[in-house]
DNA sequence: TAGCCAAATCCGGAGATGCGGATATCCTCA
DNA sequence: TGAGGATATCCGCATCTCCGGATTTGGCTA
């Protein structure tokens, strides 16, 4: 008999791991709510545009994340993991998040402020 | 408007950092099953007893579980978590863990191995 | 009270993590 | 091709976290 549990708690421990920081936590709040580039996330987020790189590539790293190019702009989308108890806890969580009209009306916000959609 | 999102991710972040450890979350998984004491634990995490005590106190300090002496012996159990966001996280967490039936049997041989219960 | 068991805390060290400024890379457009 | 914006990475530093051995604390029983 092994002396760890018999199933395998690391790939939701690396995902609570990325999640259990207030920033990254922020980061999915918002991404709950739309895909974002990061110049949104920078003034969202109100932090230094290298913080904000590395948060990101720390839930990408994670698996929480991807990203897509658009010319000079880069933008992040939330996905679901690969794993299917990461992916039923990501996917309560983001669900709470989305509920958030605040949020929403946050995010609707960025969203004319920078990037390739802002109003010029 | 202020720069931080309108609504306060920290309480969550605090429980997910907790969470976000594989030691921490085996113990979870564990008490998802039943209420243990340290004893228990120690034997079926295989880990020095300072070390099993020292991440029970911070899932203590987290709102996580708490400590019930009997005895010579402290029973941990899993709590709900004050906040309402939290509270759902983890509840189906330890909904999912529970349905685990090897950790069901783990549990089950742990109990009758020492504590308060054991067979003499 | 002495001895013993369970559990919590202390200790020092090794490694991880977060940070912001500076720099590098990638892309677009004139 | 050169300038400039957006993003990623590098850097040094401070702080946090985890670890296991040793010690301390609390409670039971003889």
Known sequence: ?????PFDVRPLSRV?????????LRIVAL?????????HLVRGLALP????????SVLKAAG???ARRDGTWVHYRLVP????????QVRALVLAFSK????????????KSCGPGARR
């Open 64 to 66: 929480l994340v991807e």
């Open 100 to 111: 958030q009209q605040a949020l929403s009306h946050t995010v609707a916000k960025l969203l």
């Open 81 to 88: 993991p690969q794993n299917a108890l990461c992916r039923s």
């Open 16 to 24: 609570l791991k990325a999640l259990g920081d207030e920033t990254r």
């Open 49 to 56: 545009q290298s913080s904000t790189s590395r948060h990101l």
């Open 1 to 5: 008999m092994p002396a760890t549990p």
């Open 31 to 39: 991404l709950s709510h739309s895909e974002l580039c990061v110049c």
